[in-house]
């Protein structure tokens, strides 16, 4: 640039130029230090624009995912609280059962007590309706598969399912008998009309014949399947002790139950009675006189002779209301009666029937095998050797009844297994729990260190904002002076036209 000219003034464009970026900068500070935002726009910086973005997305997502697993923890919590309430009604109820099963209760009593059971079983059902979240059902069985969003990202869901717990959807699952494979059978052969005092079949044979049909059951619960080994001799408890030995397996266990009623005419009896297993024999003498009409007084000896020898049998006796005398071993060996001698006669079966005395003087009593299990299970095609259908079928805790003794025994076998269910349902719904509030946790800490992340990009330093801001607003002011001082030199020029 010539020193003298007066149409170009370049050092006023320089002074211009940088005050113009001075300003820019200083303005961009100012908008930083009243957002807090070192990113305001794209053009701030491109790069962390983007990334800020996408950490802004994600963190609306985990925080949104934090309240949905909040909320599904209090689903989780309500439907809990829910199955305890029930849980609790059950422990009543199992205590009234024992009270029923103890044999002191008057009818009127036991009637009384079903009242009382009959109103708590309802409660179990109006608890599994009435348990609501949001007017979502949680205990009738409509709660399946419901899906929570626990993430920030597509399939990051858990998937709550909840069992129906009302009265008629707990109980016990329990093989029943199949008649029409034999069950009741009388010197091995299929015969009606033979039962004990609670109704149950068994299965009694004379000599060497009759007895359970040797082989290989299969066994399919809810936690697997295996197979138990049935030998035709064997007592119902060996079976038993099979069932039981695989129950890990298969989450199926068995009981077993020997009883058998016998008609009795009057005269001399004489007889060794035994319990037999598998592992032991006890024997004992039996010898008693029946006189006069058949009925519960003139059985007295009898009874007498044989619940003396219990602590060492096993075997009881009673007398049913149709005057039968009634054995039992509850624990489900065969019962056996050997020896046979006297006037009087003890006859079981239905239209094929063995009878002691005479010709007759030994016979086998087997007992009846229940497999049970809190879910349901199936038998191979087998299990019609023991007498059993293959599939299993819910004895429901709604049909418990205590009004008498024997019902009460089956109520606190069928009530122990509801809250065994009931348990199993607050164990998923108690793991549910813990998974959903491990996922709290991780978003939590996901949401601190994704805070911290976009802070270190989208955040303003304040105190270096401020120390630049000063900078700039001195450099905007020598600007502004540097401008006002840039036409000192043309001016002076003017003095030399006015010479």
Known sequence: MLSGAINT???????????????????????ELSSGLAINSPADNPAGYIAAQGFTTQLGGVTQAISNVNQAVSLVQTADGAVQQQINILQQLRTIADQAANGGQTTSQLASLQQVVSQLQTQVTTISQQAQFNNQSLLDGTFQGVQFQVG???????QISIGNTAANQLGVYQSSPNTAAGIFKVNGVATGGVSDNTGASYIITSGAAGGFTAGSIGVSGSAGGSSVTVTKAEAAS??????????????????????AAF??????????????????????????????TVNASSLAGLVSAINQQSGTTGITATVNSSNQLVLTQSAGDNITVTGYTGTGTLKAGGTTQVTLGGATTSA?????????????????????????QASSALSKLSAANVGTVAGADAALNVVDFAIQQLENVGGQLGAIQQRLQASVSNLQTTQVNMTSALSTIQDAN????????????ILQQAGVDALAKSGA???????????
Not at 152 to 158: A, C, L, R, S, V
Request: proline share 2%; net charge negative; aromatic share 4%.
């Open 152 to 158: 920030p990202n597509d399939g990051q869901t858990i």
């Open 238 to 259: 060996d079976i038993v002790a099979s069932v039981n030995s695989v129950q890990a397996k298969t989450n199926v266990s068995a009981v077993a139950d020997t009883s």
């Open 489 to 499: 030199l043309q001016q002076s020029f003017l003095r030399l036209l006015q010479q």
């Open 263 to 292: 008609t009795v005419t009057s005269g001399s009896f004489s007889f060794t009675l035994g319990d037999v297993n598998a592992s032991a024999s006890n024997t004992v003498n039996i010898s008693a006189t029946v006189t006069g």
């Open 462 to 473: 304040i105190p270096a904002v401020t120390t630049q801001l000063t900078q700039e607003q």
């Open 364 to 388: 086998t009593v087997q007992g009846v095998v229940t497999m049970q299990s809190a879910q349901s299970f199936a038998l191979s095609a087998a299990a019609s050797d023991i007498g059993l």
């Open 9 to 31: 003034n370049v050092d006023a464009l320089y002074a211009l130029n940088s005050l113009n970026t001075t300003t820019n900068k200083t303005n961009t500070l100012e908008q």
